[in-house]
T-cell receptor, first 112, second 111 residues
Framework: SQTIHQWPATLVQPVGSPLSLECTVE??????LYWYRQAAGRGLQLLFY??????ISSEVPQNLSASRPQDRQFILSSKKLLLSDSGFYLC???????????FGPGTRLTVL | LAKTTQPISMDSYEGQEVNITCSHN???????ITWYQQFPSQGPRFIIQ???TKVTNEVASLFIPADRKSSTLSLPRVSLSDTAVYYC????????????FGKGTRLHILP
């Protein structure tokens, strides 16, 4: 069966510090991968999605970037965090013909 | 991408049937309607998906009229644990299609 991992689960970082969140998927190959952000009490905002290694589409201009160095690995990064980067970051994958999405456990990021 | 519109919030009581309606006026011929459920501090979870008429599983039923411009998620006999945000999405079954979540409907079940 397929599983999706995200780490860390929680993170507290100072403004201006770098960020690296990792997501890995097991049990499937060539998945579509997604990064979402959810601010407190708000909906999900699609940040990046990828249909293959090295293929990244950015949805929102910001100080975040994403990379897909391996088929089942998706990384979200920032060189300098802003206060507004605080939120709940979710990684998801889809691979079926109906694009059903499966979400990871999420990372709660607090920028102070 | 077809835009969806659903109520921001709804309240109901335990044991009641809850119906959440979603409108998607510009749904395309190949699009499917998909619903997700999200509990606090968790990622959304797929509930049900359909193309037309009625789909039922162990969690919910999905009613889609012939014109497919709207759909209704029906939750039978809700309990407190059904308190969650419910998202309606229109999904194109293509690998390269991105998936956008709207604001969803915040369902609050009262005792």
């Amino acid at each position: 069966s397929q599983t999706i991992h995200q780490w860390p689960a929680t993170l507290v970082q100072p403004v201006g510090s770098p960020l690296s969140l990792e997501c890995t998927v097991e049990g499937t190959s060539n998945p579509n991968l997604y990064w979402y952000r959810q601010a407190a009490g708000r909906g999900l905002q699609l940040l990046f999605y990828s249909v293959g290694i090295g293929q990244i589409s950015s949805e929102v201009p910001q100080n975040l970037s994403a990379s897909r160095p391996q088929d089942r690995q998706f990384i979200l990064s920032s060189k300098k965090l802003l206060l507004s980067d605080s939120g709940f970051y979710l990684c998801a994958w889809s691979g079926g013909s109906m694009n059903e999405q499966f979400f990871g456990p999420g990372t709660r990021l607090t920028v102070l | 991408l077809a835009k969806t519109t659903q109520p921001i919030s709804m309240d109901s009581y335990e044991g009641q049937e809850v119906n959440i309606t979603c409108s998607h006026n510009n749904i395309a011929t190949n699009d499917y309607i998909t619903w997700y459920q999200q509990f606090p501090s968790q990622g959304p979870r797929f509930i049900i998906q359909g193309y037309k008429t009625k789909v039922t599983n162990e969690v919910a039923s999905l009613f889609i009229p012939a014109d497919r411009k709207s759909s209704t998620l029906s939750l039978p006999r809700v309990s407190l644990s059904d308190t969650a945000v419910y998202y309606c999405l229109v999904v194109t079954p293509r690998r390269d299609d991105k998936i956008i979540f709207g604001k969803g409907t915040r369902l609050h079940i009262l005792p």
